[in-house]
């Protein structure tokens, strides 16, 4: 019984890994079909708007910088702090609209945002 | 590895050029794959001393139209060093400058994204020493050539206004960016015997090179460090290079 459970469990959880895969390549291509008249407002990551980031979050910016598009793992590795920590500043730019958080697969990565969006 | 330097400086007109040029013929004439590239968008001088031999400038690589090595001229048979010297030559038509002049904050975000991505691209060609050549002060492209760099040399001129906005950029740019810094004094007016300094604003102050006029009118024609090693200018530009090396 127990075992069943469990299966239906599993099967629940690919069921909505698979739906979310899809609902991001349906986003990533309505992006990408936005007209040029309607990409009015821009959110990019330059070096003066790194330089007045404060301490902690300039270190996550400057590191994927470095090392282009990563996990939060990834990131981590190099700046020496827990996972836990580097996810909750990659989001915090990610909220500021610095940096892109995407799926591959079952992982998340983040990138420095270069991409024209909506306002 | 490749180590990349940023040369730049608070205030213009203190030599980075002459330095930049000098080193990267130094590196090469060691025999280190060598890359230099004019980062000085606004007023390109690598042109003015070499021919480019490719139709892309660094400019496009920094739009995104071509890759870094396109923008690449390799002068290792012109100069005769052992290792290649690669040269990336800013663009000095003036319809060019005034359109830089104008990009947005997008344009230079994409650039800075760029620089990242030909670092990457000339660690893949084994490149040994890239140099960026860059505009005085706090200016978008120099701050980006900054920020791509491992390690930025400060070419410094003794007087107040220099002394003051050095300290700022050290403190207001190049720790917030966790850059490595060294500091070059050039065209020194004073004894240079009498120096005793090693370390200025907590970093270190590499040589002083004496003020001389034929280092300004030879320049014209002829890179020193080449023509004449034992040229007291020539010994500096290779004690600068010792310990940028010693450095690593």
């Known amino acids: ?119 | 590895m490749t180590l990349t330097l940023a040369i730049h400086s608070s205030k213009g007109g203190t030599g980075k050029t002459s330095i930049a040029v000098n080193l990267a013929v130094a590196f090469a004439s060691a025999g280190k794959d060598t890359c230099l590239i004019d980062m000085d968008l606004r007023g390109p001088s690598l042109c003015s001393m070499f021919k480019p031999k490719t139709h892309f400038w660094i400019n496009d690589f920094l739009s995104g139209k071509c890759n870094l090595k396109d923008t690449l001229t390799d002068s290792k048979k012109d100069i005769g060093t052992s290792g290649h010297l690669y040269l990336s030559f800013s663009n000095p038509d003036i319809g060019e400058i005034r359109d830089l002049v104008s990009k947005d904050r997008n344009w230079q975000a994409g650039a800075l994204k760029a620089l990242m991505n030909g670092k990457r691209e000339l660690a893949e060609e084994n490149i040994d020493v890239t140099i960026l050549d860059t505009s005085p002060g706090v200016e978008y492209e120099s701050i980006n050539a900054v920020a791509a760099s491992d390690m930025v040399i400060i070419v410094h001129n003794d007087t107040k206004a220099c002394h003051d906005c050095t300290e700022q950029l050290i403190k207001g740019v190049y720790t917030l960016l966790d850059k490595r810094c060294a500091i070059i004094d050039n065209m020194y007016h004073g004894n240079c015997l009498d120096i005793k300094e090693k370390n200025r604003y907590g970093v270190p102050v590499l040589t002083t090179i004496p003020c001389m006029c034929d280092i300004a009118t030879r320049s014209k024609n002829e890179i020193l460090v080449h023509s004449d090693p034992e040229h007291l200018f020539s010994k500096s530009i290779m004690t600068i290079k010792d310990k940028i090396e010693a450095m690593q």
């Open chain 1, 1 to 119: 019984m127990d075992s069943e459970l469990l299966e239906q469990v599993v099967n629940n959880l690919k069921e909505i890994n698979s739906k979310l895969d899809r609902l991001i390549v349906q986003i990533e291509c309505r992006d990408e079909t936005t007209s040029d008249k309607d990409k009015i407002a821009a959110y990019s990551l330059d070096v003066l708007t790194l330089l007045s980031l404060p301490d902690h979050l300039r270190t996550t910016a400057t590191t994927l910088f470095e090392i282009g598009p990563a996990t939060a793992d990834e990131v981590a590795n190099v700046t020496n702090k827990e996972r836990a920590v580097e996810s909750n500043y990659l989001n915090q730019l990610v909220r500021m609209n610095n940096v892109k958080k995407y799926r591959e697969g079952r992982k998340v990565y983040f990138r420095i945002n270069d991409s024209l969006k909506k306002k």
